[in-house]
């Protein structure tokens, strides 16, 4: 356990600002990236990258390696928010636009409510540390098998 005993709850509230805190600094690192050649090529390789730091996580022993951990997928998440939504609107029509954010906005939302059913299947199964590496997997299968169709769709100008 991270945690020792309870009287180290507090480390909950401070991980909490540290990781709002971070992911707002990914946002301004994201807008700065987006003007980069291929914001697609860079959303599939940070993504992967993410996935990487999930398998580092769930080998975390103590709670400063965590919240470094912890803190750096923030951060790359604010990055890929700030891509993401650009790519969305450069790409989406002009009539298909609020509906594509709409669609976008239900999807995280859905996908939010459905991890949370997986992690508490996986939590019964194996434990956090199962979690964090069976998600890395299933993240990283997923953004490789979409990695190249987005690739061709959007190349490199």
Known sequence: ALLLNDSMLWILGVTTAIIFS??????????????????????????????????LLSMSTNILWFLGVFSLIYLLLGVLSVIGTYVLNKVAEDRVRTSMISLSSFSLQAGGVLTNVFAASLFLLGGIAFFWKVSALVGAVGMLTLAKPLLQRFPIS
């Not at 992911?23 to 390789?45: A, E, Q």
């Open 22 to 55: 971070i992911s707002i600094l990914g946002s301004v690192i994201g807008k700065k990236i987006v003007r980069h050649k291929s914001p697609i090529g860079i959303y599939c390789i940070l993504f992967i990258l993410v996935y990487m730091l999930q398998v």
